[in-house]
């Protein structure tokens, strides 16, 4: 299984990132939409900006209703109607934070760069965890210094991504990690199917699957 690896040191050709494949194209064309960012190369917050925007492209929420779609997928959806299940939910997402720092802002600028007639996603700043079922995406970043295992409930079905050390361990779905100069992408798949979350098999082969006890790269 490969892994989604993102250099963070600034290269000879301006606004270039190192990443694999399919996230390379996504990350490339979602950062260029941030102001001014075409022509320079890219910093650490807007690199974990950009991955917490596409996640969603990936993402399903098994419990959440959409506009015109029903709440729960089922195994008898074909493709097609994955597709648009994902497509609808994508178009209506709201992520959310407890504490704005730069990966936050970087990501508020994305959201406001790539507003169209068809894309309503939103940002919402909570005071606390209490209101997190409107949230669809929550990011708690290492500068929250918090470190108690989160405890969801699995009809929340909240995708919670995370850039300090242990967050899969503790009760994380995705974490963000700083190895030298580049960004890797851990997931704790356990921990999104008890949140009733699907992620595409596109994202998991990219990434570094947690396995807890241990961390192992585990096929899909």
């Not at 399903?60 to 109607?81: K, P, S, V």
């Not at 997402?93 to 894309?119: D, R, S, W």
């Not at 909240?158 to 995705?174: K, P, R, Y």
């Amino acid at each position: 299984m490969g892994s989604i690896v993102v250099s963070i040191q600034r290269t000879k050709t301006p606004g270039f990132v190192n990443a694999s494949g399919m996230m390379f194209k996504l990350l490339i064309g979602l950062m260029i939409a941030i102001p001014e960012a075409s022509s320079r190369s890219y910093e650490e917050h807007e690199i974990k900006a950009a991955f917490l925007y596409s996640f969603a492209q990936f993402i399903t929420w098994e419990t959440r209703a959409t506009t015109g779609q029903t709440a729960a997928l089922t195994a008898a959806l074909t493709a097609a109607q994955t597709a648009a299940q994902t497509a609808a939910q994508t178009a209506a997402l709201t992520y959310c934070a407890v504490h704005e720092g730069p990966v936050v802002n970087a990501l508020k600028e994305l959201i406001a760069a790539k507003q169209t007639a068809g894309e309503t996603r939103r940002y919402t700043l909570l005071a606390d965890l209490s209101n997190i079922r409107q949230c669809h995406i929550l990011f708690l970043g290492a500068d929250n210094n918090k470190s108690e295992s989160l405890q969801l409930r699995p009809e929340e079905s909240v995708l919670t991504v995370g850039d300090s050390q242990g967050f899969v361990a503790n009760g994380g779905i995705i974490e963000f990690r700083r190895q030298g100069a580049r960004v890797q992408v851990h997931i704790n798949l356990a921990t999104a199917r008890a949140q009733r979350i699907q992620i595409s098999s596109k994202l998991l082969k990219l990434a570094t699957i947690y396995n807890a006890p241990d961390e192992a790269k585990i096929d899909d």
